[in-house]
């Protein structure tokens, strides 16, 4: 299997058994941190010309992986 970057562990080093343990409790945090793996596949199939796709897509799947982000870094803070 290809090294898909962006993975959440390695864009919250440390924070692995506090995603786990989020995942488990917290029925919400689960769907963003699937939601974000499920849309930086599809980042990352977009850029390796796995399934192109043109510039606007790319530009939107992006901006909604960083939303997805942000909202799972919020939650590891609080």
Request: hydrophobic fraction near 40%.
């Amino acid at each position: 299997m290809a090294h898909t970057p962006h993975e959440l562990a390695e864009d919250f080093p440390g924070e692995h058994e506090k995603i786990a343990r989020l995942k488990a409790e917290d029925a919400h945090f689960a769907k963003l941190v699937d939601s974000y793996h499920e849309v930086n596949r599809a980042v990352h199939r977009a850029e390796t010309d796995v399934e192109p796709t043109d510039d606007i897509h790319m530009t939107d799947l992006r901006k909604r992986r960083m939303v997805l982000k942000d909202e799972i870094a919020a939650r590891l803070r609080a």
